[in-house]
């Protein structure tokens, strides 16, 4: 069955850097586009990257752009979320998805939780 597990998070304190990771399985990872996605406490799931199936594209959201850098390795099934010069309003909990276009995700996983504080 199709799994998605993250990782990577942690606390990181302002202007710090993390990297997240999403291991992929139970399906051809290469052939589809992957997204990332958070959610805020007490707030809804925000949308935060896209990256096409072969790596080529990449989408941010405006809050991001130039400081968050989505990647892929398909050869090792996993998606990656490199996050620098982090503020305390990224503190979420990120979720990767498998996404189908156009906002459409039919897995995610579990998420792993960000804290960005001093």
């Known amino acids: 069955q199709v799994q998605l597990v993250e990782s990577g998070g942690g606390l990181a304190q302002p202007g710090g850097s993390l990297r997240l990771s999403c291991a992929a399985s139970?399906?051809?990872?290469?052939?589809?586009?992957m997204s990332w996605a958070r959610q805020a406490p007490g707030k809804g799931l925000d949308w935060v990257s896209v990256?096409?199936?072969?790596?080529?594209?990449?989408y941010y959201a405006d809050s991001v752009k130039g400081r968050f850098t989505i990647s892929r390795d398909n050869a090792r099934n996993t998606l990656y979320l490199q996050m620098n010069s982090l503020k305390p309003d990224d503190t979420a909990l990120y979720y990767c998805a498998r996404d189908l276009g156009y906002h459409n995700y039919d897995y995610w996983g579990q998420g792993t939780q960000v804290t960005v504080s001093s």
């Open positions: 139970g399906f051809t990872f290469a052939t589809y586009a």
């Open positions: 990256i096409s199936f072969d790596g080529s594209t990449t």
